[in-house]
Structure formats: structure tokens, C-alpha cells
């Protein structure tokens, strides 16, 4: 049974810090290029970061450019979003997406609400 289970959201100040995980089953994970969405509250669903399978830098939106990180541990079918100096603007509900040509796989998602 193919899974994406998000873990890390919750409640940060404005200028901190969390850490989202995203913990990967039941297909090849490291063959799969990965990726992190969000939506907020009456926006679309926006693409955040991407990683290609061999990991490397990552692409970001410019919204994000310079505060957040994605990373990968294929070894561990683990994937990471980094998120430094947030903004009430980032809050979102945020996926876990991974990615094969036609295959998509997602996560249920995880709320990252940023407020003082």
C-alpha cells in the first residue's frame, strides 16, 4: 500500500522555524522525484520546493528562494522541508507529493500555521 505520511506542521511565530517530514511506503521511493505543495486558505495549491531523485540542490519558488530547504534521504524513503524565517503568508496546509512520469502520489497534508 502505497503512503506519504506528513509529520512536523504546527504553530510557529513570525522569523521561526519548523522542520516537516515526510515519510514514504510501499513503492520505489528513490526512483521518484519529490516535491512539497501548499495551499492557504483561499489560494490554489502552489508547488514550494522539488527534488529530482539523486537529490542535488532543489528548486524553489520565489516565495520561499533563501528560507526553505528540501532535502531527501533515500536510504531512510524520507523527505524534509526546512523552513526558516517564516511568515503568516506561509500558512497553508502542506503535501508531500512524489512523482513518476504519469504517478503521483500524495500525502494527507500537514497545517503550518505562522502567527503571533
Known amino acids: 500500500q502505497v503512503q506519504l505520511v506528513e509529520s512536523g506542521g504546527g504553530l510557529a511565530q513570525p522569523g521561526g522555524s519548523l522542520r516537516l517530514s515526510c515519510a514514504a511506503s510501499g513503492f520505489t521511493f528513490s526512483i521518484y522525484a519529490v516535491n512539497w505543495y501548499r495551499q492557504g486558505p483561499g489560494k490554489e495549491r502552489e508547488l514550494v520546493a522539488s527534488m529530482v531523485t539523486a537529490g542535488g540542490s532543489g528548486n524553489y519558488a520565489d516565495s520561499v528562494k533563501g528560507r526553505f530547504t528540501i532535502s531527501r534521504d533515500n536510504a531512510k524513503n524520507m523527505v524534509y522541508l526546512q523552513m526558516n524565517s517564516l511568515k503568516p503568508e506561509d500558512t497553508a496546509v502542506y503535501y508531500c507529493?512524489?512523482?513518476?512520469?504519469?504517478?503521483?502520489?500524495w500525502g494527507q497534508g500537514t497545517q503550518v500555521t505562522v502567527s503571533s
Open positions: 507529493n512524489a512523482k513518476r512520469f504519469w504517478i503521483d502520489y
